[in-house]
């Protein structure tokens, strides 16, 4: 567990770059030209901002639920998943510099749009974001409950005839193997991230846009362009550094079996409890705000605050494999 596998050397490679270059044309092509974005000027500050902004992000809940359960999905494969995060933000992030792309060259039919709610854009992303990643978090986690029921039907010493059996037949059962069949490499994650990406349905990637929709008025194109890739950065170094750590955490949990079973349950069903919130919230927010929905339980799913949720499951994880960890150690030193 302590040697840094090849794709997590490639994760810390490619977002070591990032940021060398992000910042090197901050230092280079930027501050020495003044440029204005808006009524500020565009310096460290601002630079700061586009970065944080990124990382920030990079911790929004259906980030870090999407790639804990698609890396805990891989680890039962038996693939690497140490490159899901790097895949993911830069699926995503494609998807902000193209638009950040289209705001700095003037294109007024995206301009106008930006942050106004009732714009066909707003109503357009305000759909499509939360459902695509609400049905991706939702089958996710029936496939990883598929996984844990396994899990535990071998504590229980049931024989591999029944851990073999499949999910009951139906059209969601259908849609559940589908996409936990296709989902099997981590570079397919770039995909899942550019769809994630088409639902600008989070403040910070707004923010980013006004930002750079300003910028790109009164600075030449190339400088305001380091807005996006400075965010672009922050996202890739949080979400690759995220899922390098995880995959540690579950091919730890995966080794010796016998020994961490309840473990590597108690993980498994922190991740698929973590996916169904979120896949949940998200849907009933969809069906309040756009379809009008108004029963009060969905209201009230609908409503629930998930700003800080990623972290808290990130501090969750972190804790649960730190108490398994050290319980371990206490077993090895009680041992004679």
């Known amino acids: 567990m302590n040697r840094i596998t090849s794709p997590a050397r490639r994760v810390l490679v490619v977002a070591g770059a990032l940021l060398i270059t992000s910042w090197a044309l901050f230092a280079i092509v930027v501050a020495p030209g003044d440029y204005q974005a808006g009524s500020s000027t565009f310096g460290i500050g601002l630079a700061i901002t586009a970065f944080v902004l990124g990382m920030r992000h990079a911790f929004d809940a259906d980030h870090i639920a999407a790639i804990d359960n698609t890396t805990r999905k891989l680890i039962d494969d038996g693939r690497d998943p140490s490159s899901v995060g790097l895949w993911f933000a830069l699926g995503h992030s494609t998807v902000v510099l193209v638009a950040v792309g289209l705001v700095t060259a003037g294109v007024g039919a995206l301009t106008s749009q930006i ?123 949080c979400d690759g550094i995220n899922s390098i750590v995880t995959a540690r955490l579950y091919r730890w949990s995966a080794d010796r079996p016998e020994r961490r079973t309840r473990y590597n349950a108690v993980l498994l069903t922190l991740s698929v409890a973590v996916a169904f919130i979120v896949g949940t919230v998200g849907l009933c927010g969809v069906l309040v705000d756009s379809a009008g929905v108004r029963w009060a339980p969905v209201q009230v799913i609908a409503s629930t605050d998930l700003d800080s949720f990623g972290l808290i499951i990130v501090g969750a994880l972190l804790v649960a494999w730190l108490a398994s960890w050290t319980f371990a150690r206490l077993q090895r030193t009680a041992t004679p």
Request: proline share 7%; glycine share 10%; no cysteine.
């Open 115 to 237: 942050g106004t709610d009732d714009s066909p854009w707003a109503i357009f992303t305000g759909v499509w974001g939360p459902t695509v990643s609400s049905v991706f978090l939702l089958a996710m986690a029936a496939a990883n409950l598929v996984i844990l029921l396994r899990i535990l039907r071998r504590a229980r010493g049931e024989t591999p005839a029944h851990l073999a059996a499949p999910l009951p037949g139906g059209p969601i059962s259908l849609i559940i193997a589908r996409t936990s069949a296709s989902l099997d490499a981590p570079w397919k994650m770039f995909v899942v991230g550019l769809l994630f990406g088409l639902g600008f349905d989070t403040a910070s990637t707004i923010a980013l846009l006004l930002i750079a929709g300003g910028a790109g008025i009164v600075m030449p194109w190339y400088a305001a362009m380091v807005l996006p890739l400075l965010f672009t950065a922050g996202m890739v170094a």
